[in-house]
């Protein structure tokens, strides 16, 4: 048989991309050993009852332990905390990458505690369900679906190509980009709708003229994809937030903007603004689907 790609791959979390890994990588042997560090004893012992490792640690630095491959895929929240955990310990000439929704926070974050020898390759997965925990994982949910890589300016060619061929192989479209660039782009294709999601829901509930169950009744179409969306994992989102601050409040400032142009057109009966908007809109969906 052929080599696989990496040796032995460390899951630091084994949520929902984390589970969805281990299983893409068994499938098409891209590791030829898979463990992974959690914090909890249940979820260590789902993560082994599943199949989805050989072996599951309580920390970090003991999954580490002989890896080649080091991925994070816990709340990014906590990977500033993890990589000083595993800088003085990780192999030398390991690939430490990451699936985080925001970018430029783990080459500031995660870059500095690793050795000169350690290679930083961070990605995005732009993949997910509102699912989250090891049984939550599939090993199709990359497929056919885009993986932003962010590698530093002096990033090295060779980590970046593994790295590379590891999503390929699990059936994503690889991309390339600064992590500048993804993070503006992902703050208005993902993390500002999911504030709008949130937010919607929270206004609704919070309403004293329109009953709870009323909301719930009513809710087909509109409200209801909002729900979905607001039911996505708290860390990760409270995370996604403070750490793409500055991208986030640009794009919701002109989000604010066009919010209140509509709020005249409404107000002034200026019915031409609104369908020329939702004729621009709905071209824009039929190009997509
Ligand atoms: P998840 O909640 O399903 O899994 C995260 C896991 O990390 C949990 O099991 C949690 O217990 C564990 N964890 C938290 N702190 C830890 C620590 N210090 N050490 C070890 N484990 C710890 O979440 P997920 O959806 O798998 O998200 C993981 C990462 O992937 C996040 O950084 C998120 O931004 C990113 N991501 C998520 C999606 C999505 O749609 N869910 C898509 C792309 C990227």
Known sequence: AEHPLFRRAALIGIGLIGSSMALAMR?????????????????????LRLGLVDAAFAT??????????????????????????????????AI????GSVKAMVLREVGPHLPLNVHLVPGHPVAGTEHSGPEAGFAELFENRWCILTPPEDGDAAALDKVSRLWSAMGAK??????????LVLAITSHVPHLIAYNIVGTASDLEAVTQSEVIKYSAGGFRDFTRIAASDPTMWRDIF??????????????????????RAIRWGEG??????FTRTRAIRRSIV
């Open 27 to 47: 499938q098409h042997g891209l590791a030829g050993e898979i463990v992974c560090a959690a914090r909890s004893e249940a979820t260590r012992a789902t993560a």
């Open 60 to 93: 970090a630095a003991e999954a580490v332990a002989g890896a080649d491959l080091i991925v994070l895929a816990t709340p990014i929240g906590v990977f500033g905390q993890i990589a000083e955990e595993i800088g003085p310990v990780v192999e030398a000439g």
């Open 96 to 99: 430490v990458t990451d699936v």
């Open 174 to 183: 690889v991309e390339i980009m600064s992590a500048q660039h993804h993070d």
């Open 242 to 263: 403070l750490n793409n601050r500055e991208a986030v409040l640009e794009m919701l400032g002109r989000f604010v903007e066009d919010l209140t142009a509509l709020q």
């Open 272 to 277: 031409d603004t609104l369908f020329d908007l």
